[in-house]
C-alpha cells in the first residue's frame, strides 16, 4: 500500500478514526535517543502532493524538519525531526481538511563531501508509518546532496499504478554551517631607508676642505590587520575570505646634519594604503601554515628642499654643482617603499593564539641593519595572531 493513497483512503473511509493513523502501519520503531554531540546541519523537506479519490482531489502539504549530526569522516549516520502535514480533502460534510503531526526518522551516509538520504518514515502516535512512496528516500531511489550552504535537490514523481494515483514534488533542502575558523590578524612594521653621502665643506675661518658624511632617507611605519575566514573542506582548512579593517601608514624624512633646508613634504600613494580598509584580502593555507598577500602597494617620499644658506661652496670639482644648489628656489628628492609589502607574500604565518617575528625563521635579527652599497635598509615585522572562533 502507498502511504499517500492511504491517506486519502483512511480519511473518507474511516472518519470515526481519524486521528488514529494517517498510513497504512506496516513497521514499528522506537525513536531515536539524543545526539551525544550538537548537530551541525538541519534537514528540510517540503512535500506537495496530490492524490486523485473517487470524491476529488487531496492536495497534502507536508515540511520535514531533521537535525542531523555529520560525521567527522565519511560514514553513517541518523537523525530524528518532526513533521507536519495538512490535507484538502473533506471526507464528511463541514469538515476542511485535516492535519496531522509527528516524528521523523532520516537515515543515510557521508561520503566525498556528500549526503546520502537513503531512508526516510514518519512515525504517528508511536507507531511506524509505510514509508514506500517515492516521496521518502530509499537504499534504491537515494537523496544526495551536496556539503554546502543550501544546497538543494528536487524530486518529482508520479505513481500511477496504485488504486488512487499520487504525484507531486519533494524539495530536500540542507541548511548546513561548515565548520570554520576566523583569525584576527595584526601586522606592525617598519621600514627605514637611509642613504649615506659624503661632501668636502670649508669650514668658517679656514682654508682647509673637510670631508662631511651626512645621511639622508625616510621611515614608513605601518599598522595593518585583517579578519580571515578558513573552512574545511574535504577534510582540509582550505582560506575563504580575508578582510582588511585596518590599514594606515605613517612616514617621516630624515637627514643629518641639516645640509637641506625642508619646504615642503607629502607622501604619493599613501592615500592607497588607507583605501585598502574594507576591501578584501587574499590569502592561502598549507597545513597549518597561513599565508596572506597583501595588495603590493608602494608609497614615495616627496621632499621639496633647498641647500641650507649656512652650508659655503668649496672649491673644486663640485663647487659649480654647489653653487647650483643655493641658486635653486627647491630641489626635488623622492624616496620609495619598493619592497614591504612585496615581502609579506613570503611569511609563512604559524596557526597558533601568539605574535610572530618572521625574522626568527630567516635567521636575520631584525636589530642589525642590512647593507646595500652606500645605503642600509631597515625592516622589522610583528604579526600578532588570535583566533575569533
Known sequence: MNSWTDAGEYFHDMLPRLFCALFCLLLFAPMTTALAKPPNATLIIKRDITCQHQSGPDRMLSTDTAQITLPEQDGNFTSSGNYTMKGSASPAPGMNGYQLAGAAIYKGAVKDEVLILNFGQWHYQGQALNNSSAAMPSATKPVRLTLEPNSSVTVKFSETTHAIPCSGKVVYKLDFKPETQVWDITLNGHRKLTYHSSVFVKQQGSKQLNTLNYDLGADFDYKLSARVVLTKKKKQWVYTSGTINRSTVDYDYFQNPMLYKVNNIFCQYCDKIEQLKGQALDGD????????????????????SQLNPDIKCAPGEAYDTCVRQHQKASTRLEISDSDFLQRTWGHHLPLRNGSYDPAKDDGMDPKIKKIKGASTLLLKYRYDLHRVE
Not at 593555507?285 to 621639496?304: A, K, M, N, R
Open 285 to 304: 593555507i598549507l597545513d597549518d601554515i597561513l599565508i596572506l598577500f597583501w595588495p603590493t602597494i608602494e608609497p614615495v617620499v616627496i621632499i621639496d
